[in-house]
T-cell receptor
Protein backbone atom coordinates (compact mmCIF):
# COMPACT_ATOMS: atom_id res chain seq x y z
CA UNK A 1 0.00 0.00 0.00
CA UNK A 2 1.56 3.28 -1.10
CA UNK A 3 -0.44 5.69 1.01
CA UNK A 4 -1.65 7.53 -2.09
CA UNK A 5 -5.02 6.51 -3.48
CA UNK A 6 -6.65 7.49 -6.76
CA UNK A 7 -10.19 7.12 -8.01
CA UNK A 8 -11.49 6.02 -10.35
CA UNK A 9 -8.91 3.47 -11.52
CA UNK A 10 -10.42 3.36 -15.00
CA UNK A 11 -12.45 5.98 -16.85
CA UNK A 12 -13.90 6.06 -20.32
CA UNK A 13 -15.36 9.36 -21.42
CA UNK A 14 -16.59 11.03 -24.55
CA UNK A 15 -15.10 14.25 -25.84
CA UNK A 16 -18.06 16.29 -24.61
CA UNK A 17 -18.15 14.85 -21.09
CA UNK A 18 -17.01 16.44 -17.85
CA UNK A 19 -15.37 14.23 -15.25
CA UNK A 20 -13.00 14.55 -12.31
CA UNK A 21 -10.09 12.47 -11.07
CA UNK A 22 -9.46 12.32 -7.34
CA UNK A 23 -6.26 11.77 -5.40
CA UNK A 24 -5.83 11.43 -1.65
CA UNK A 25 -2.58 11.05 0.25
CA UNK A 26 -2.36 9.67 3.79
CA UNK A 27 1.35 10.38 4.30
CA UNK A 28 1.21 13.87 5.80
CA UNK A 29 3.07 15.32 2.80
CA UNK A 30 2.89 18.98 1.82
CA UNK A 31 3.36 18.76 -1.97
CA UNK A 32 1.23 17.00 -4.58
CA UNK A 33 1.66 16.42 -8.29
CA UNK A 34 -0.25 15.36 -11.38
CA UNK A 35 1.63 13.45 -14.08
CA UNK A 36 0.57 12.10 -17.45
CA UNK A 37 2.08 8.81 -18.64
CA UNK A 38 1.66 7.94 -22.31
CA UNK A 39 3.14 5.04 -24.21
CA UNK A 40 6.73 5.58 -25.37
CA UNK A 41 7.02 8.93 -23.56
CA UNK A 42 8.60 9.85 -20.23
CA UNK A 43 6.37 10.82 -17.37
CA UNK A 44 5.13 14.33 -18.06
CA UNK A 45 4.70 16.63 -15.09
CA UNK A 46 1.43 18.55 -15.40
CA UNK A 47 0.85 20.43 -12.15
CA UNK A 48 2.56 20.92 -8.81
CA UNK A 49 0.91 22.06 -5.60
CA UNK A 50 2.79 23.06 -2.49
CA UNK A 51 0.82 23.78 0.68
CA UNK A 52 -2.35 23.91 -1.45
CA UNK A 53 -0.92 26.58 -3.74
CA UNK A 54 -0.27 25.82 -7.40
CA UNK A 55 3.39 26.42 -8.02
CA UNK A 56 3.82 24.92 -11.45
CA UNK A 57 1.71 24.49 -14.57
CA UNK A 58 3.68 22.97 -17.42
CA UNK A 59 1.81 24.43 -20.38
CA UNK A 60 -1.10 22.12 -19.84
CA UNK A 61 -4.22 22.81 -21.98
CA UNK A 62 -7.05 24.53 -20.16
CA UNK A 63 -9.28 21.49 -20.64
CA UNK A 64 -7.37 20.12 -17.62
CA UNK A 65 -8.17 22.04 -14.44
CA UNK A 66 -6.55 21.07 -11.11
CA UNK A 67 -7.90 21.77 -7.66
CA UNK A 68 -6.24 21.29 -4.28
CA UNK A 69 -8.71 22.03 -1.47
CA UNK A 70 -6.30 20.88 1.26
CA UNK A 71 -2.91 19.24 1.57
CA UNK A 72 -4.36 15.73 1.47
CA UNK A 73 -6.61 16.01 -1.58
CA UNK A 74 -5.98 16.79 -5.22
CA UNK A 75 -8.44 16.79 -8.09
CA UNK A 76 -8.09 16.98 -11.85
CA UNK A 77 -11.21 18.24 -13.57
CA UNK A 78 -11.56 17.20 -17.19
CA UNK A 79 -13.75 18.70 -19.91
CA UNK A 80 -13.91 18.52 -23.69
CA UNK A 81 -10.92 16.22 -23.88
CA UNK A 82 -9.34 14.91 -27.07
CA UNK A 83 -8.50 11.28 -27.95
CA UNK A 84 -4.78 12.10 -27.57
CA UNK A 85 -5.46 12.82 -23.91
CA UNK A 86 -5.97 9.10 -23.34
CA UNK A 87 -3.23 8.04 -20.92
CA UNK A 88 -2.46 6.93 -17.38
CA UNK A 89 -2.80 9.89 -15.01
CA UNK A 90 -0.68 9.57 -11.92
CA UNK A 91 -0.86 11.51 -8.70
CA UNK A 92 2.15 11.76 -6.40
CA UNK A 93 3.04 13.42 -3.13
CA UNK A 94 6.25 14.36 -1.35
CA UNK A 95 7.43 15.99 1.85
CA UNK A 96 9.17 18.97 0.34
CA UNK A 97 8.92 20.35 -3.13
CA UNK A 98 10.41 19.26 -6.42
CA UNK A 99 13.27 16.82 -6.27
CA UNK A 100 12.33 15.05 -3.08
CA UNK A 101 11.26 11.43 -3.08
CA UNK A 102 7.81 11.13 -4.54
CA UNK A 103 5.20 8.55 -3.68
CA UNK A 104 2.79 7.65 -6.43
CA UNK A 105 -0.77 6.48 -6.50
CA UNK A 106 -1.88 3.60 -8.75
CA UNK A 107 -3.11 5.94 -11.45
CA UNK A 108 -6.31 6.43 -13.42
CA UNK A 109 -6.37 4.84 -16.87
CA UNK A 110 -8.29 7.36 -18.99
CA UNK A 111 -9.69 6.58 -22.40
CA UNK A 112 -11.26 9.37 -24.43
CA UNK A 113 -13.55 8.19 -27.20
CA UNK B 1 15.79 16.37 -26.46
CA UNK B 2 15.57 13.65 -23.82
CA UNK B 3 17.39 14.82 -20.70
CA UNK B 4 17.70 11.33 -19.20
CA UNK B 5 18.41 8.41 -21.51
CA UNK B 6 17.70 4.91 -20.26
CA UNK B 7 19.07 1.80 -21.91
CA UNK B 8 18.22 -0.72 -22.97
CA UNK B 9 14.62 0.19 -23.69
CA UNK B 10 13.54 -3.47 -23.45
CA UNK B 11 15.21 -6.46 -21.85
CA UNK B 12 13.96 -10.03 -21.80
CA UNK B 13 15.92 -12.60 -19.80
CA UNK B 14 15.64 -15.96 -18.09
CA UNK B 15 15.30 -16.43 -14.36
CA UNK B 16 18.69 -16.57 -12.67
CA UNK B 17 20.51 -14.29 -15.12
CA UNK B 18 22.23 -11.06 -14.12
CA UNK B 19 21.51 -7.76 -15.82
CA UNK B 20 22.44 -4.08 -15.77
CA UNK B 21 20.36 -1.15 -16.92
CA UNK B 22 21.66 2.35 -17.40
CA UNK B 23 20.51 5.91 -16.93
CA UNK B 24 22.64 8.56 -18.65
CA UNK B 25 22.60 12.31 -19.02
CA UNK B 26 24.83 15.22 -19.92
CA UNK B 27 23.36 17.13 -16.96
CA UNK B 28 24.39 17.01 -13.33
CA UNK B 29 21.73 16.02 -10.81
CA UNK B 30 21.63 16.75 -7.10
CA UNK B 31 20.16 13.29 -6.54
CA UNK B 32 18.81 10.43 -8.56
CA UNK B 33 15.98 8.05 -7.82
CA UNK B 34 15.04 4.65 -9.20
CA UNK B 35 11.45 3.48 -9.39
CA UNK B 36 9.81 0.22 -10.46
CA UNK B 37 6.38 0.26 -12.06
CA UNK B 38 4.23 -2.81 -12.60
CA UNK B 39 1.49 -2.88 -15.24
CA UNK B 40 -1.60 -0.97 -14.14
CA UNK B 41 0.13 0.52 -11.09
CA UNK B 42 2.04 3.65 -10.20
CA UNK B 43 5.84 3.79 -9.84
CA UNK B 44 7.23 2.61 -6.50
CA UNK B 45 10.39 4.22 -5.18
CA UNK B 46 13.30 1.78 -4.83
CA UNK B 47 16.23 3.97 -3.85
CA UNK B 48 17.66 7.49 -3.83
CA UNK B 49 21.36 8.13 -4.45
CA UNK B 50 22.85 11.48 -3.57
CA UNK B 51 26.64 11.38 -3.49
CA UNK B 52 28.81 10.94 -6.59
CA UNK B 53 30.21 7.39 -6.66
CA UNK B 54 27.66 6.18 -4.14
CA UNK B 55 26.67 2.52 -4.23
CA UNK B 56 23.52 1.24 -2.55
CA UNK B 57 22.39 -2.34 -2.25
CA UNK B 58 18.82 -3.51 -1.84
CA UNK B 59 18.90 -7.32 -1.59
CA UNK B 60 19.75 -8.45 -5.17
CA UNK B 61 19.65 -4.91 -6.57
CA UNK B 62 22.77 -2.73 -6.66
CA UNK B 63 22.48 0.94 -7.57
CA UNK B 64 25.42 3.15 -8.44
CA UNK B 65 25.57 6.91 -8.94
CA UNK B 66 28.29 8.11 -11.28
CA UNK B 67 31.21 10.09 -9.88
CA UNK B 68 30.11 13.20 -11.78
CA UNK B 69 26.43 12.70 -10.76
CA UNK B 70 25.36 12.53 -14.41
CA UNK B 71 24.57 8.85 -14.70
CA UNK B 72 23.50 5.80 -12.77
CA UNK B 73 23.21 2.06 -13.15
CA UNK B 74 21.03 -0.64 -11.67
CA UNK B 75 22.41 -4.17 -11.49
CA UNK B 76 20.16 -7.11 -10.65
CA UNK B 77 21.71 -10.40 -9.61
CA UNK B 78 19.91 -13.69 -10.22
CA UNK B 79 16.80 -12.10 -11.64
CA UNK B 80 13.41 -13.52 -10.69
CA UNK B 81 10.01 -13.27 -12.40
CA UNK B 82 8.94 -10.91 -9.63
CA UNK B 83 11.53 -8.40 -10.90
CA UNK B 84 9.48 -7.92 -14.07
CA UNK B 85 8.39 -4.33 -14.57
CA UNK B 86 9.29 -0.89 -15.89
CA UNK B 87 12.37 0.58 -14.23
CA UNK B 88 12.42 4.37 -14.22
CA UNK B 89 15.22 6.67 -13.21
CA UNK B 90 14.52 10.25 -12.19
CA UNK B 91 17.03 13.01 -11.60
CA UNK B 92 16.53 16.02 -9.36
CA UNK B 93 17.61 19.22 -11.07
CA UNK B 94 17.31 22.86 -10.18
CA UNK B 95 14.62 24.53 -12.26
CA UNK B 96 15.96 27.37 -14.41
CA UNK B 97 14.41 30.69 -13.50
CA UNK B 98 12.34 29.19 -10.72
CA UNK B 99 12.85 28.22 -7.12
CA UNK B 100 13.30 24.65 -6.06
CA UNK B 101 14.12 21.52 -7.99
CA UNK B 102 12.21 19.37 -10.46
CA UNK B 103 12.25 15.62 -10.89
CA UNK B 104 13.09 14.65 -14.48
CA UNK B 105 12.09 11.12 -15.54
CA UNK B 106 13.60 8.89 -18.18
CA UNK B 107 11.43 6.75 -20.47
CA UNK B 108 12.34 3.61 -18.56
CA UNK B 109 13.59 0.10 -19.21
CA UNK B 110 10.96 -2.61 -19.54
CA UNK B 111 12.29 -5.81 -17.98
CA UNK B 112 10.72 -9.22 -18.50
CA UNK B 113 12.03 -12.19 -16.51
CA UNK B 114 10.68 -15.57 -17.50
CA UNK B 115 10.89 -18.74 -15.46
Amino acid sequence: ETGVTQTPRHLVMGMTNKKSLKCEQHLGHNAMYWYKQSAKKPLELMFVYSLEERVENNSVPSRFSPECPNSSHLFLHLHTLQPEDSALYLCASSQGLGGYEQYFGPGTRLTVT
Amino acid sequence: TQLLEQSPQFLSIQEGENLTVYCNSSSVFSSLQWYRQEPGEGPVLLVTVVTGGEVKKLKRLTFQFGDARKDSSLHITAAQPGDTGLYLCAGAKRRSGQAGTALIFGKGTTLSVSS
